[in-house]
């Protein structure tokens, strides 16, 4: 199963440094039947672009909650066995899942970034995460316009580039 674990470009440069993401149980997101259900859809790709943009989410709430982390949301997508994905608890977003234990960052497929022009509009987003939690449309739309940057795909070879 194909997860995509959502982290900051710190928690990048810590993977980088062990060789390893989380030390488990730690959330990632990925298509689950809650996910099906939740899109709508049967078209894969689709699906994984919406774990992709739920990962992307969970990184800007990383990035609300680390005021020192530069403000690029960081999505680690890798390969784990199905067995290792764990539902994630009632009330999680859909396609949440927990995965077990530790996953070597050279088991991952790719990394994705926001690219330096994005970082005002994710920063802007970070500070308005808590009132758009509240019901705050306008504090949603501001979150919305970081989801309007595509995040950018990048070899792990890349990874020190990066983190440097």
Same mark, same amino acid.
């Given at each position: 199963?194909?997860?995509? @674990? ?13 060789? *390893? ?21 049967? #078209? ?13 989410? &969970? ?14 949301? @960081? @999505? ?5 066995? #199905?067995?290792?994905?764990?539902? &994630? ?20 497929? &790719? ?28 504090? *949603? ?15 792990? *070879? ?7």
């Amino acid at each position: 199963m194909r997860v995509y @674990v959502p982290l900051t470009l710190p928690g990048l440069a810590e993977a980088h440094r062990t060789g *390893q993401l989380g030390d488990g149980p730690f959330p990632a997101h990925a298509v689950t039947p809650a996910l099906r259900e939740w899109y709508d859809s049967d #078209d894969l790709e689709e699906l994984e672009y919406a774990a992709l943009s739920g990962a992307a989410l &969970a990184s800007l709430r990383l990035l609300a909650a680390d005021a020192g982390a530069p403000r690029r949301r @960081v @999505v680690v997508a890798v390969d784990v066995s #199905d067995e290792t994905a764990l539902p &994630a608890p009632d009330g999680s977003a859909p396609g949440e899942v927990r995965v077990a234990g530790a996953v070597r960052l050279a088991k991952a497929a &790719a990394v994705h970034v926001d690219a330096a022009d994005a970082e005002t509009d994710v920063a802007a987003a970070a500070r308005a995460l808590p009132a758009a939690d509240g019901g705050d449309d306008d504090a *949603q739309d501001t979150v919305d316009g970081a989801g309007d940057h595509e995040l950018l795909w990048f070899a792990t *070879q890349e990874i020190p580039h990066l983190i440097g």
